[in-house]
């Protein structure tokens, strides 16, 4: 545990970080960018990761939502244990009225059609701390995209339209086709729907969930389609929208397999941003920056980040405009 806080502590007096850096083996380090004129985006961090942990990082932000608002999270596949636990998450939804909101996935299981999917809200316990809502149980809508590049709008679970905030509360972790999975992500494929997810894999060649594994697109369009699809929902809210990163249960894989690998790595802890691309970058720097050991060893997740070229969608959200790849980390335990 020392040494964990000294490497905090290390990462802490660099005043902010551009890219990924190489301390874990890293041979495919993104080349810096340009520095930001304007004021760099603050990303916070505890690493306690506990309720009150989730909390306090929370309340450092400062915003307070109103209305009527959405916690998005990963109701995780049933199988897996990796995901957000309701203990963990309770008090922070309480705290913002919030309702969970999750949508169906494109692939085949227990969260494709709807009265299944809200049978796994029940079994893994989401349903017992608040009100749940599986937004493209129902319907889905379309919402417009900024870069039309590779998809020309956004197709969503009907329901977001009904919240006026959205809390993106993710799980940051691996991901097979991504690389990692952070807010970007839980922000994209997470809030499109059933079809949507097809519409953003395929990088708009297709709508139809059926087809998915029939229409895979180019890795880096895919990655564009969901920087494009976040962004188009970061809009849509015009920024009433916090973000969230739990650190934990590291594993090269996402929540959506139902038999992930064993994290190789410790946890680290939990960070928080009104930026989502500073704060999923805050997240990979970590990583990148971690000081392995046998035994506790970040090479397994950099490989998949690299392998999936997963840093491309940092890459490309700053340049479409969605948030900054430069940031302050700031700690807030004492």
Known sequence: MKRHFIYIAALLMT???AACGNKAG???QTAPIAPAVAEKPVVYMT????PEG???VYDALGVVPTGKVAVKISTGE??????LQPSLIKDLVSKVNGTI???NTAYTGPRYETESHLKVFEDHGFAAIAPIDLLDGTAETKIPVKDTTHIKYNIVGANLLNYDWVVNLAHFKGHAMGGFGGVLKNQSIGIASANGKAYIHSAGA???KELIWKHTAEQDKFIEAMAAAAQSVHDYFEGRMIYINVMNNLSVDCD???HPADPEMKDIGILASLDPVALDQACVDLVFNYPSSEGDDAAALIERINSRHGIHILEHSAAIGLGSREYELRSIDK
């Open 15 to 17: 005043a902010s970080f």
């Open 26 to 28: 890293n041979k495919n």
């Open 47 to 50: 690493t306690d990761i506990s």
């Open 54 to 56: 989730l909390v306090k």
């Open 78 to 83: 049933p199988g897996g244990n990796n995901f």
């Open 101 to 103: 909101v999750e949508c």
């Open 206 to 208: 297709i709508e139809e």
């Open 256 to 258: 959506c397999n139902a």
